[in-house]
């Protein structure tokens, strides 16, 4: 992807645009996807997707409904296993075919549906499947102290009690506690699938300093979003995926919403009038 | 709240102890003490402010059953004497450990309504084993028919967990089925006459409902309970206050420390005193009351303070996230219902030793109905995820108070009936209205 310079003209082809060298961070990516696909039966979901996500970076993967963006997750997390191409993690080539295996690696996907049990509270599901114990007995005091080390990091601070019932909390406070169960895992790339899609102002503010936090501590994130606000507030690059084939991966500080709007619904960029890099 | 253990039992939601407590920002990692304990009065608000919402925990239990006491205390004076009570603590035995069985599988959203018949099952076995001609150890026949039950449990747990049949089928199966495997076997048994097996010889088993602590052993166990729950209590509290952690006030320790020594008190009082004649004495607190709330302890201790309780609460509540969180849903639901079957063994051991026999006759029906119920009414939902083994101890006393109350006002068996299918009803309106305001 980094050598793909010069193909300035892009036109009907459905070759990936890239915004030449300047898309590309220097140093190892932490996840490197070549040439990936996966087809249901007759229908080719993805099609040689090339992706490089670095270290603290976020990321973002839009299209339209349909493209693909959940599918390429669900790969990259291990939900199924792709049909063709290659992954590298930190460089060395790996096979992720179970969500165990994703986990492993330091992977955290927060689904749309956040998957907290509303029962417990923000600490048990902070905790849930990997309890701090002491002997046979759960070390309630350990974690209590963990999890709020850890809200207090992203800067939560909107939440009444960290033992209160997470069924009591509101949309956006959930997205933290999902996010902050990623801190705890010690997740190197965070996936988060239209984090924001139910939130209103106040609470889509949050999570988007929740993603810069993350980005802060150096975990990198791909964040899935409709929102091309959100996506130009917090990412630092923007992949675009077109009927499963990446469209264009371009640096959020070389383009604008414009341009944006048009490699998601075109699947491709009018010639450009400025050069980019 | 009932899902949570003991820690946050002791520590609601949110006295008004600091705007953002439990989080402090970076700026102000040590908060000194006075910030993050409460005065009791802020507790006190706390506790109001959860009960109106519906999340109050044991308290309207608590509260229902003082008003049944009143009823039937002002209908009838011997209600409150000293031998109707601990009759009432006999006849509760039953409810309770059935109860507390049911709130296991309850607690995953599932139901078992074989326990009545497996408990049925596992007091045959334990009988057969323990009367002549075997005579085998009183110790040894109950492991054998406990195990038995714990071996039922596992079937029927495989066949939900594994095969992904609907617990409710599977153990409507066992309702009928263990009632034929108990009329088989004692059918077989050539010393059962009529259909009864009596367990009159070894003593120790009649004892566990007939016999009673001596005096003196009754106050030493009382105060080592005491002893150890208030070192335990205090102990926690300073772990927590030490650690930095939002802690309750001394002053409630202690004063639920003082609670449970005047709740015991008043319990020993009763059964210490003569409840027999002034020739033959009897007195004593009865074996099975040390003996439940050591099954209540091991209980709640699994429940509210292991991995296992933890996840069946995870389960219960959502069962995606638990999968996604990589709790093993199959084993753990296999696990409750196996330990669902045990303790049903337990409350069939119980039921022998409060007839001194098992006979046919037994109604496995009944009884898992008063299981649901006790577990119910005492707190727990139908709707998994909410509830305690404490539970099951509230609402069995409850079930047991009705029960005998009305036998002493000589009501008849449909007046009994009727109430407790009004107070279950109540409990299960309960249940489902706060249910609502939570997921509002
Ligand atoms: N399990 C599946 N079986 C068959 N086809 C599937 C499956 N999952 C996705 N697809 C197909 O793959 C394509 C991409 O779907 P995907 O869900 O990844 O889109 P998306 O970009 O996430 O869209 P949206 O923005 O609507 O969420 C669609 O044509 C869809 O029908
Ligand atoms: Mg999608």
Redo the contacts between chains.
């Keep these: 992807m980094a050598a793909d310079t010069g193909a300035g003209a892009r036109s009907s082809d459905r070759a990936p645009v890239t915004t030449s060298t300047a898309a590309d961070p220097a140093g190892t990516p932490l996840l490197r996807l070549s040439k990936v696909g996966k087809s249901f039966g007759p229908v080719q979901a993805l099609t040689d997707i090339d992706l490089d996500i670095y270290p603290g970076e976020v990321v973002a993967l839009v299209g339209d409904n349909g493209a693909g963006k959940s599918t390429l997750i669900k790969t990259i997390s291990g939900i199924w296993a792709p049909d063709a191409g290659q992954e590298f993690w930190e460089g060395r080539p790996v096979t992720i075919r179970h969500?165990?295996d994703s986990?492993a690696l330091g992977i955290a996907t927060m689904?749309q549906?956040?998957?907290?049990?509303?029962?417990?509270?923000i600490v048990?599901?902070m905790f849930?499947?990997?309890?701090l114990?002491r002997g046979?007995?759960?070390d309630?005091?350990s974690m209590?102290?963990a999890a709020?080390k850890t809200?207090?990091?992203l800067?939560?601070?909107?939440?009444?009690?960290?033992?209160?019932?997470v069924?009591?909390l509101s949309g956006g406070q959930r997205q933290a506690v999902a996010v902050a169960r990623a801190v705890l895992e010690k997740a190197k790339l965070v996936i988060m699938d239209e984090p924001t899609a139910a939130l209103g102002v106040s609470q889509t503010a949050m999570v988007l300093n929740l993603v810069t936090s993350l980005k802060q501590q150096g975990v990198a994130v791909l964040l899935i979003s409709h929102n091309l606000n959100d996506v130009f507030a917090v990412a630092d690059r923007i992949t675009a995926l077109y009927l499963g084939r990446v469209a264009g991966t371009v640096r959020v500080a070389d383009t604008d919403t414009q341009q944006a709007v048009q490699l998601i619904t075109t699947g491709a960029l009018a010639p450009v009038s400025h050069p980019s890099a | 709240m009932s899902t949570t253990s003991e820690a946050s039992d002791i520590q609601p939601d949110g006295p008004p102890v600091h705007p953002d407590e439990g989080m402090p920002s970076a700026e102000r990692p040590a908060v000194s003490n006075e910030l993050v304990t409460g005065s009791l009065l802020d507790y006190s608000k706390a506790f109001a402010k959860r009960a109106r919402s519906g999340e109050s925990g044991t308290l309207p239990v608590l509260v229902g059953l003082v008003i049944i006491v009143i009823i039937f205390q002002t209908q009838n004076g011997k209600f409150l004497s000293h031998g109707n009570l601990v009759n009432l603590i006999d006849q509760a035995g039953i409810f309770v450990t059935l109860g507390m069985a049911e709130v296991f599988v309850l607690l995953l959203g599932e139901i078992d309504l074989s326990v009545g018949y497996v408990a049925g099952v596992g007091a045959v076995v334990t009988a057969e084993l323990a009367a002549p001609p075997h005579n085998v150890n009183w110790f040894l026949s109950c492991l054998a028919g406990l195990g038995v039950c714990a071996v039922i449990g596992a079937v029927q747990g495989l066949l939900i967990t594994r095969l992904k049949l609907p617990s409710f089928v599977v153990t409507l199966g066992g309702l009928l089925g263990f009632e034929g495997v108990l009329l088989y076997l004692i059918q077989q048994d050539k010393h059962a006459t009529g259909g009864v097996i009596s367990v009159t010889i070894p003593s120790v088993l009649n004892d566990i409902v007939n016999g009673s602590l001596s005096v003196a052993a009754g106050w030493i166990g009382l105060i080592a309970v005491v002893v150890v729950f208030g070192v335990y209590s205090l102990l926690q509290n300073q772990r927590r206050r030490s650690s930095g952690l939002v802690t309750p006030p001394l002053s409630l320790v202690v004063l639920k420390i003082l609670v449970v020594a005047v709740a015991g008190v008043v319990l020993l009082l009763i059964c210490n005193a003569n409840r027999g004649s002034a020739l033959v004495k009897l007195q004593g607190v009865p074996w099975i009351v040390p003996l439940l709330l050591a099954v209540l302890t091991v209980y709640s201790v699994l429940l509210g303070r292991m991995k296992f309780g933890r996840y069946l609460y995870a389960i219960g509540g959502n069962a995606e996230a638990a999968r996604r969180a990589g709790v093993s849903l199959n084993n753990i639901r296999l696990f409750a219902f196996v330990l669902c079957s045990f303790t049903a063994g337990l409350g069939g051991i119980v039921y022998l030793s409060t007839q001194d026999s098992i006979s046919s006759g037994i109604d496995g029906g009944n009884y898992v109905l008063y299981a649901v119920a006790a577990a119910v009414i005492g707190g727990t939902s139908l709707f998994g995820g909410r509830g305690k083994i404490v539970h099951a101890l509230l609402g069995g006393v409850i079930i047991a108070a009705i029960y005998n109350g009305m036998g002493l006002l000589g009501l008849s068996a449909a007046a009994q009936f009727m109430v407790t299918a009004l107070v279950l009803i109540a409990a299960v309106t309960v249940d489902a209205v706060s249910r609502r305001g939570r997921t509002a």
Excluded: F
């Design positions: 969500p165990r986990a689904y549906d956040l998957a907290l049990s509303d029962n417990l509270d048990q599901n849930l499947g990997r309890e114990m046979p007995l759960l309630e005091t209590e102290l709020r809200l207090a990091d800067s939560v601070t909107t939440v009444r009690s960290i033992r209160q019932p069924g009591s």
